[in-house]
């Protein structure tokens, strides 16, 4: 072999054996992996969205943390219509039957009901008897009707119901009849306002709101002093201002105690500046429900709070309020529970809660 074949066979082994060597480094390069800090987040897999059944093949989710809140799925909102609670009775409403030929949606009575609920002072109602249940309900998206009824309320704390209130009522409903394809039955206007004043003739002699004075026998207490010790027995701000009150536990129900002040002082920028001489701590019989022991819930807290705030008690007219007192109320108290039963207007009822509103 010559010198030349001798050099060019040692150049080819050079370059075979660097070929080699690359290969090896990047194939170990390759199989090297990163270890992430302890606080990096791990990688994220893209994936495509799953549709239909596929959803079942999908991964479970990750168990969020302890005391997190779970992810809910991704749905459309459902559209929400906000009804009230209340219904017609035939003890305080006066009721008009609406008879229809053929079904109605809802969606067509809720674009013919009138905008406005009220005639005069009073409320009223449109509810339809549902193709799918068979019960009165207030037009509810996604259901049929077979039938209408239409009831205005004849007696509330403003007043019985009077017959231009009942004359607006009768034109409103009117309109929304014509535009469903009713036909309405309305009673007759002297009955109903004659049963208007004879209803509100015994909601007033048996309506009642008990309250009772706490006064300072000092210095004016701060607001924030106040509010402090309103808290410890469970009262909380208010819609309105000047006002403390203590929840129902029954959920939209009205408050079962409420604490009254000056509004001003609600206003004022620093609660520990303001002034407050008097409480009112005040409770609504024909609203609240015995269960909820109201009563008692009132005396209680109009003790703890004298004590605390070194007040004097006295009642809503000014008397002074003393600790025997409290014992003839609740008699009285009791009696007008009975009486409102006897009606069939229990405190705490929805029925006892309008007509006492």
């Known amino acids: ?28 390069r390759a199989g090297v992996r990163t270890i992430p800090k302890p606080d990096a987040a791990p990688p994220v897999e893209a994936r495509e969205p799953v549709f239909g059944d596929a959803a079942a093949d999908s991964p479970p989710a990750e168990p969020a943390p302890a005391g997190a809140p779970a992810q809910p799925e991704r749905v459309d909102p459902p559209l929400v219509v906000r009804r009230s609670t209340a219904r017609l009775d035939a003890l305080i409403d006066a009721i008009a039957p609406l008879t229809i030929e053929a079904p109605v949606s809802a969606e067509t009575a809720l674009l013919h009901l009138p905008p406005s609920r009220r005639a005069g002072s009073k409320p009223f109602l449109v509810e339809g008897l549902s193709t799918e249940t068979g019960e009165w309900e207030q037009p509810t998206l996604g259901r049929s009707y077979g039938e209408f009824q239409a009831g205005v309320q004849m007696a509330n704390r403003l007043g019985p119901l009077n017959e231009i209130e009942y004359s607006e009522f009768v034109q409103k409903v009117q309109a929304f009849a014509d535009a469903v394809g009713a036909m309405p039955d309305f009673p007759d206007m002297l009955d109903i306002v004659a049963r208007a ?161």
């Open 197 to 357: 004043r004879e209803l509100d003739a015994f909601a007033s002699q048996h309506d009642a709101q008990l309250a009772l004075r706490l006064r300072a026998k000092g210095a004016a207490w701060s607001l924030g002093y106040v509010q402090q010790h309103a808290a410890r027995h469970g009262f909380v701000p208010g819609v309105i201002p000047g006002r403390l009150v203590l929840p129902a536990q029954e959920e939209g129900a009205p408050p079962v105690l409420s604490l009254q002040f000056d509004a001003q002082a609600a206003f004022a920028e620093d609660p520990a500046q303001a002034a407050v001489r008097e409480l009112t701590l005040a409770f609504d019989v024909p609203q609240t429900a015995p269960a909820a022991q109201p009563f008692q819930a009132w005396c209680a807290a109009g003790e703890a709070l004298r004590l605390a705030l070194d007040a004097e008690l006295y009642d809503d007219g000014g008397q002074p309020l003393h600790p025997q007192s409290f014992s003839a109320i609740g008699q009285e108290l009791e009696q007008l529970y009975a009486t409102l039963a006897e009606r069939d207007v229990a405190a705490g009822s929805q029925v006892a809660r309008r007509l006492f509103s």
């Open 1 to 28: 072999m010559s010198s030349l074949q001798l050099w060019l066979a040692v150049l080819g082994g050079l370059v075979l054996a660097a070929v080699v060597a690359h290969n090896a480094w990047q194939t170990r």
